[in-house]
């Protein structure tokens, strides 16, 4: 059981499966460095007793976490920062000045996700945001530096799935953590000499070209890895740059191509979902499709609806 929840990678780097939907979807990763801990995503309120399960495996104690850093403030990412932040004491949250106050004040957002799931749907996923205090965010400027003990984290600002992202470079392993910026690569999606890939266009502020800025920015740094929040290490990620590069003009192409549809989240949905389907089986022959529909389809729906957004926006 714990093997399947726990994955431990170079550099003192190690990935936790949040439990957030199903397994292995969303991420939190903890970075070890001299007897400091940085946490980079929170999932939700309900994955925090899995950090603390890892914490205690290591016999690290609550005080040595010294950051937390979700990527953006969607609630897969964020949902859990207040109560991370209740059980670590000595820690300071890095978010992009833009979500900060979401943060202090997470009504909004909670309201936000209630209009559109309901309450007891919410309930289940998320729970009860917490709020953080004021005095202890430190809202990420670009370029900024953070020491976890000698230890350099360099954000940047990585707008395009959303205005309010960041990606967090560590120097040591030559590696990003890329929250929603590189897309999502499940580990279902992981064939033999290659591994699928989609870039992630969830509403409300999927922008294309700031998305393919923000690649093209992580890619400049040369990465020898890339630490996806869905899902886990990515290798060689040359590799898959250029092919998100293209996939999210595709998208764009397509949700242009039924902008006067009847039902155009819909029809864009079932485009994007053959077209998706069709390339995961070139990559992992013989999955079946009801895996393929498990593994995509939510991803797509949200995808679908962005793209609409965008072209309302345009
Ligand atoms: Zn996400």
């Not at 591994?195 to 393919?212: N, W």
Request: glycine letters at 6%; aromatic letters at 8%; hydrophobic letters at 35%.
């Amino acid at each position: 059981m714990t093997e399947e929840i726990f994955s431990h990678y170079d550099h003192r780097i190690s990935c936790i499966d949040s439990g957030y939907i199903r397994p292995n979807m969303a991420a939190i990763y903890l970075l070890e460095h001299n007897e400091e801990i940085a946490i980079i995503e929170t999932a939700t309120n309900h994955s925090l007793s899995r950090v603390l399960t890892l914490l205690d495996k290591k016999n690290i104690p609550p005080s040595q976490v010294r950051y937390v850093i979700p990527t953006h403030v969607h609630l897969d990412h964020a949902g859990g920062a207040g109560s991370m932040m209740e059980i670590f004491p000595n820690a300071e949250l890095i978010v992009h000045p833009r979500g900060a106050r979401h943060l202090v004040d997470p009504s909004r957002l909670m309201k936000g996700v209630i209009d559109v799931y309901g309450q007891e749907k919410y309930d289940a996923l998320y729970g009860e945001l917490i709020a953080v205090s004021k005095n202890r965010i430190v809202e990420a400027e670009d370029d900024m530096e953070i020491d976890l003990a000698g230890r350099t984290l360099h954000i940047r600002h990585t707008p395009g799935h959303a205005e309010h992202h960041i990606c967090i470079w560590d120097e040591q392993s030559k590696g990003w953590f890329t929250g929603d910026t590189f897309g999502v690569s499940y580990r279902e999606m992981i064939g033999s000499d290659s591994r699928h890939i989609i870039p992630t266009t969830s509403p409300v502020q999927f922008s294309p070209e700031k998305l393919i800025n923000s690649i093209n920015l992580l890619m400049s740094y040369n990465p020898e890895r890339l630490y996806l929040t869905h899902f886990g290490l990515l290798e060689n990620p040359k590799n898959y740059a250029e092919k998100l590069r293209q996939r999210i003009s595709y998208y764009c192409e397509v949700a242009q191509a039924n902008r006067n549809a009847s039902s155009p989240t819909e029809k864009i949905e079932e485009v994007m979902f053959k077209k998706e389907s069709v390339q995961l089986n070139k990559i992992v022959p013989g999955i079946d499709s009801a895996q393929v529909h498990e593994i995509l389809k939510m991803d797509l729906h949200l995808n679908a609806q962005g793209l609409v957004v965008w072209l309302n926006r345009n």
